[in-house]
């Protein structure tokens, strides 16, 4: 079994910065892919961002230039440095890693989120 354990949300007046923290541990070989998924109230989740293994990334464009993704693989941890925030941005924000197994299976995990509030 895997577990994801998110921290960093919190409340940030606009144009503020929150990092957040995801840490994953258990029965992992490897992450192949670490991202970050939203929901706002009332809205489906949605994409965020993601990292490879190899350090390749990918954002919404929604947050570009704003939010930058990283990862310490031999922690198995992921961040999401969130800068220029706007009222917009409130959500639940979900860490995903995608994991091969220490018996080579491929998983997908997801944490329990962690709300992030922008005031106006």
């Known amino acids: 079994q895997v577990q994801l354990v998110e921290s960093g949300g919190g409340l940030v007046q606009a144009g503020g910065s929150l990092r957040l923290s995801c840490a994953a541990s258990?029965?992992?070989?490897?992450?192949?892919?670490m991202g970050w998924y939203r929901q706002a109230p009332g809205k489906q989740r949605e994409y965020v961002a993601t990292?490879?293994?190899?350090?390749?990334?990918n954002y919404a464009d929604s947050v570009k230039g704003r939010f930058t993704i990283s990862s310490d693989n031999a922690e198995n941890t992921v961040y999401l440095q969130m800068n220029s925030l706007k009222p917009e941005d409130t959500a639940v924000y979900y860490c995903n890693f995608v994991i091969t197994t220490i018996t080579y299976d491929t998983r997908n995990y997801w944490g329990k989120g962690t709300l992030v509030t922008v005031s106006s």
């Open positions: 990292i490879t293994n190899r350090g390749s990334t």
């Open positions: 258990g029965s992992l070989f490897r992450a192949n892919v």
